[in-house]
């Protein structure tokens, strides 16, 4: 059973759409690293059925615009848990352009049946005024409010994992409530961290586990 969508392939060959893949159930997410987005995808994988119900729900990256898309060309606010108010990286933003965001993309769900979604970027600048211009690398982590439906609703940026990230941003800003995670004692600026990812549930911890790769 195939079914084609057009509309995924903006670049054209450069998209690179399906360089990354990751399946949880009946939720599928799909990187295109090459426009720096990831497209998240819901089917009935009810294998008697003919009917495949493939149905695009969401888009992520700096310039997707459909009304479930979520766009991080605005990623930061001054306030606690505020992501839409900027795009400045001194300020804890975070954006996709050029990062090869999507290179890699790992989906799981919470103990409620919530998605959860890792996404590397490891083309990621360092955040807060750093140095590193490019291929820091960075992980992107995504919250959902859909066990109801299953359908990447109430989608969210919850954290960002890469150097420069330490939640001590100029302005006072905190997009992300302190959760980010600072890499720069842990990665090289080359390493292109987020070139891999994994993100697993934990039941008897009820707690998350993510596995990111750089290149060195």
Known sequence: ISH????MNEGGSSSFFGSSVSLHGGRLAVGARGDSEVHLFTFNDDVTSSDLEL?????????????????????????DGENSTGDSYNAGGFQSTGTSFGYGVSLSADADG???????????????????NSNCGAVALFTFTDATDQDFSGIRLAAVIGEGYDNDYN?????????DIDMGLI????DL???????????ALGTH??????SQ
């Open 4 to 7: 084609e969508f057009d509309t």
């Open 55 to 79: 149905t695009l729900r969401a888009s992520i990256g700096d310039s997707v615009t459909g009304a479930n898309d979520y766009n991080l060309g605005s990623t930061y606010g001054e306030d």
């Open 114 to 132: 919530n998605a959860r979604l890792a996404v590397g970027a490891p083309g990621a600048q360092e955040a807060n005024g750093g140095t590193c």
């Open 171 to 179: 302005a006072s800003a905190n997009p992300r409530s302190g959760k």
């Open 187 to 190: 990665t090289d600026p080359t």
């Open 193 to 203: 961290f987020g070139i891999s990812v994994a993100l697993t549930y934990d039941s």
């Open 209 to 214: 586990r993510l596995a990111g790769l750089a």
